[in-house]
């Protein structure tokens, strides 16, 4: 069982705008910074966005983040086939002391 | 090129101990924290703890408080995972990556290693 609740699938046809959300507390992502990562089969994850809405060097501005106040969500716009991959969310949690991550959300590219 | 690369990987008996290591190049590890995360076979990713850049602070996943210790030699450019009694639930690849750095704004999991398996098995 997750610290941090996401959906366990999620899927779009190319072009389409994909939306995966992640539930946590006070302790966490409504008072820490959230993370989404995606994972390729075999791969390391890979951070897509940090601090809420930051994307990092090279990751395509078709990936948003935002947040409200326990919830963050991770868009993805123009679906493309590459996009097919595992996504995750977490946060520094102030009460326990640790990261938590969100269970994964499957996306498919249908 | 940043790369972080853990090793020490490998089969061991409930019970018993194993010591993973993670190394740097590309960036001195010494102005870094780590991360330690895990993966265990078709399942999500598990923060299981992290060292700051000095070593001054350290923080634990409950699930391995107790049992694992992190450490960090920056003399030899190096972060450890010490496993003890290792359980069968503890079976999973094991990923060292970067915290924050040492005063300065930071994309914390920026760098990650290749992973490390861990089978724990009798």
């Known amino acids: 069982q997750s610290v941090l609740t996401q959906p366990p699938s999620a899927s779009g046809t190319p072009g389409q705008w994909v939306s995966i959300s992640c539930s946590g507390s006070t302790s966490n992502i409504g008072s820490m910074y959230v993370y989404w990562f995606q994972q390729l089969p075999g791969t390391a994850p890979k951070v897509v966005i940090y601090?809420?809405?930051q994307r990092p060097s090279g990751v395509p501005d078709r990936f948003s983040g935002s947040k409200s106040g326990t919830s963050a969500s991770l868009a993805i716009s123009g679906l493309r086939s590459e996009d097919e991959a595992d996504y995750y969310c977490a946060a520094w949690d102030g009460s326990l002391n640790s990261w938590v991550f969100g269970g994964g959300t499957k996306v498919t590219v249908l | 090129q940043v790369q972080l690369a853990e090793s020490g990987g490998g089969v061991v008996q409930p019970g018993r101990s194993l010591r993973l290591s993670c190394a740097a190049s590309?960036?001195?590890?010494?102005?870094?924290?780590i991360h330690w995360v895990r993966q265990a076979p078709g399942k999500g990713l598990e923060w299981v703890a992290g060292?700051?850049?000095?070593?001054?602070?350290?923080y634990y996943a409950d699930s391995v408080k107790g049992r694992f210790t992190i450490s960090r030699d920056n003399s030899k450019n190096t972060v450890s995972l010490e496993m003890n009694s290792l359980r069968i639930e503890d079976t999973a690849v094991y990923y060292c990556a970067n915290a924050a750095q040492r005063g300065m704004a930071t994309i914390e999991f920026e760098y990650w290693g290749q992973g490390a398996l861990v089978s724990v098995s009798s």
């Open positions: 060292i700051s850049f000095d070593g001054g602070d350290i």
């Open positions: 601090n809420n809405n």
């Open positions: 590309g960036f001195t590890l010494s102005n870094y924290g």
